[in-house]
């Protein structure tokens, strides 16, 4: 089992900055891809970003350039740095790890429980 927990939501103006931050605890964590997901009031949970366990990343095309992931498996923790925010980005922020990885939900095995990012116009 791995627990996670997100931190790093808030209140932001567009163009502005924030940094989202998911604590892993339980199985080993490097072991594991990574994934963030975004979930819009009324809408499906979507693809953001993935990390794989070797360092691969891939975006999905409305962040790309304006957000990064990455993670630190020492302290197996893994971060979403969002740039130039835009309100269409306000959302509930999901991190995820799973064996299996890609851009689908299905292969993530264990989520948080969620960080509101909201941008305002």
């Known amino acids: 089992q791995v627990q996670l927990v997100e931190s790093g939501g808030g209140l932001v103006q567009a163009g502005g900055s924030l940094r989202l931050s998911c604590a892993a605890s339980?199985?080993?964590?490097?072991?594991?891809?990574g994934a963030w997901f975004r979930q819009a009031p009324g809408q499906e949970r979507e693809f953001v970003a993935r990390l794989n366990w070797g360092g691969a990343t891939v975006y999905t095309n409305s962040v790309k350039g304006r957000f990064t992931i990455s993670r630190d498996n020492a302290k197996n923790a893994m971060h979403l740095q969002m740039s130039s925010l835009k309100p269409e980005d306000t959302a509930v922020y999901y991190c995820?790890?799973?064996?299996?990885?890609?851009?689908?939900?299905?292969?993530?095995?264990?989520w948080g429980q969620g960080t509101q990012v909201t941008v305002s116009s």
């Open positions: 339980g199985r080993t964590f490097s072991r594991y891809h």
């Open positions: 995820a790890v799973g064996t299996f990885g890609g851009e689908h939900r299905s292969g993530y095995d264990y």
